[in-house]
């Protein structure tokens, strides 16, 4: 059987990682891939391709954020593109050479919106399954329609595709032991708390976002990594120098009565804020970390917090609970309504019902650092024994092998 993987990146990781290794787009193609699997270190599916040509499987994979990668591909195989679409007239030749049975596709919204799926459907000679992973909000849920079969980490999601008669499955996120080869937790962690993730505002975040901002006012040692706007020094710069006008036209005003300054003194005519989050919180913020370099980073850390998306709904199902945890971290999370299923409550993972709960418990476990500790130990058993990649992965090549 044959499986071609149509996967993705985010853009700032990978400009990251060819930036910080310059020589690597001079490597092979398999090698450059190689090196990004191990940086990238999605603690899910690091290894899933592995698994499968252990199985025998043929394995094909085909990255459209990876330029590099594609454009040496072109230049091995003696592929000449013509194209204005130069990656994704790489990628269906690539796949068109595979020829595969199944096409899994885990980031369908990107696949579908350029139409890559529509022309390769068009340019395979033969009538094959197409599968894809919903685990993010993709919109409008009907265009998993266009797919067999859909797999996702969230059960509210598959229940959310089956009740418009689409083909869905589960399969839960998990972790991979051997990024412990790779990366070693620290003997002593630090006595803090992290939060590695998206800070924005829409529907999906929002509440995540509030909590966080509302958590970090009250607990310093609250370290968080994320990518969020900021206004440009141009936009800081007038909106810092009109407030000062403001201020300074109403302190004139009383000392010189007879100036008129009421456009400069009106508060309605101030303008907004540049700042979406509140300008100190956002400045507090550290740079966003990917992959290898985000569970090292994660792994010196006591804590971990995680608040799920509100688009997967009342289940537990997002990949940080599997990499704290896999890490040896102390998981904080929400008490979904499934949670028992993956780890016992407050004795393998902390959880809360609210922030107020949350400040509470991350207030007590700072000062009791030893049952943090231990609370941390029995979840990573937990992690290790029973959500591994391992485990997770024969449930996958079940599903590929029976569909």
């Known amino acids: 059987m044959r499986i071609a993987f149509l996967t993705s990146i985010y853009p700032a ?3 990251k990682i060819y930036r910080e290794n310059p020589s690597l787009k001079n490597k092979s193609s398999d090698e450059q891939m190689e090196f990004i699997r191990w940086n990238a270190a999605l603690s899910t599916t690091v290894n899933r391709m592995t698994f499968l040509k252990d199985k025998g499987l043929r394995i ?17 195989n003696n592929f000449v593109y013509s194209s204005k679409n130069t990656v994704e007239e790489i990628g269906i030749e690539k796949i068109k050479r595979f020829n595969p049975d199944i096409i899994f596709c885990l980031s ?7 139409n890559f799926i529509k022309e390769l459907k068009s340019k395979l000679k033969k009538r094959l399954k197409f599968i894809a992973w919903y685990g993010a909000n993709c919109g409008d849920e009907d265009i998993f329609s266009k797919f067999d079969l859909t797999l996702s980490n969230s059960k509210h999601l598959v229940n959310s595709l089956k009740k418009k008669s689409i ?19 620290a003997s002593t962690k630090q006595n803090s708390i992290s939060f590695f993730g998206n800070l924005n505002i829409d529907k999906d975040f929002r509440d995540r976002t509030k909590m966080i901002v ?45 100036i008129d300054l009421k456009n400069w003194q009106d508060e309605t005519l101030l303008p907004g804020s540049p700042w979406i989050l509140e300008k100190k919180f956002t400045k507090s ?3 966003p970390l990917y992959g290898k370099e985000m569970l090292e980073r994660l792994a010196l850390y006591q804590m971990t917090f995680n608040k799920h998306n509100n688009h997967t709904g009342d289940v537990a199902c997002n990949m940080r609970m599997f990499e704290a945890t896999g890490m040896g971290n102390l998981l904080l999370t929400d008490n979904k309504s499934d949670i028992a299923e993956y780890f016992s409550p407050d004795d393998e993972v902390v959880v809360y019902n609210s922030t107020h709960e949350a400040i509470d418990k991350i207030k007590q476990l700072l000062d009791n650092p030893n049952l943090a500790r231990s609370i941390a130990k029995r979840g990573q058993l937990k992690c290790h ?5 391992k485990i997770v992965n024969e449930r996958f090549y079940d599903i590929i092998i029976n569909y």
């Open 285 to 287: 913020i550290l740079k």
């Open 108 to 114: 369908p919204l990107i696949y579908i919106s350029n």
């Open 167 to 185: 083909n869905s499955d589960f399969l839960q996120h998990c972790f991979d032991l051997d990024i412990l080869k790779k990366i070693v937790p």
């Open 385 to 389: 024994e029973l959500h591994n990649s």
């Open 60 to 76: 094909c994979n085909f990255n459209i954020g990876l330029t590099n990668i594609n454009l040496k591909w072109a230049e091995e």
């Open 13 to 15: 990781h990978a400009e």
């Open 214 to 258: 509302d958590i970090k006012s009250k607990i310093d040692c609250f370290d968080i990594y994320a990518e969020t706007q900021k206004p440009n020094k141009y936009l800081e710069f007038k909106y810092e120098s009109i407030k000062i006008r403001h201020k300074a036209s109403k302190y004139l005003k009383k000392i010189f009565p007879e």
